[in-house]
């Protein structure tokens, strides 16, 4: 079994910075693509960064300069910091990845969201 588990939403101001992480856990070989999508209401699913199987990085256009994906290899984490938060960023934060397991299956996974609310 493999678990993806976000951390780190919460409700900010406008301008105000937020840090999300996405630990993978359970009985995984190797990931490939790892990154975080969201979701607005009456608005669907977007993806907002993730790193590529190559390693490369792809952002959305509307978080480029103020969204930085990194991560933990050792730890099998993924991270956003968001910075200069306007309150279109609000949304429910998905962590995705695709996942090679133990048994030489690949699947996609998806954590269960993490709520991030900007307002003043």
């Known amino acids: 079994q493999v678990q993806l588990v976000e951390s780190g939403g919460g409700l900010v101001q406008p301008g105000g910075s937020l840090r999300l992480s996405c630990a993978a856990s359970?009985?995984?070989?190797?990931?490939?693509?790892m990154g975080w999508y969201r979701q607005a209401p009456g608005k669907e699913r977007e993806l907002v960064a993730q790193?590529?199987?190559?390693?490369?990085?792809n952002y959305a256009d509307s978080v480029k300069g103020r969204f930085t994906i990194s991560r933990d290899n050792a730890k099998n984490t993924v991270y956003l910091q968001m910075n200069s938060l306007k309150p279109e960023d609000t949304a429910v934060y998905y962590c995705?990845?695709?996942?090679?397991?133990?048994?030489?299956?690949?699947?996609?996974?998806w954590g269960q969201g993490t709520q991030v609310t900007v307002s003043s």
């Open positions: 995705n990845a695709f996942i090679r397991t133990i048994l030489m299956m690949t699947s996609e996974y």
């Open positions: 359970g009985r995984l070989f190797s990931i490939n693509r």
């Open positions: 790193f590529t199987s190559s390693g490369s990085t």
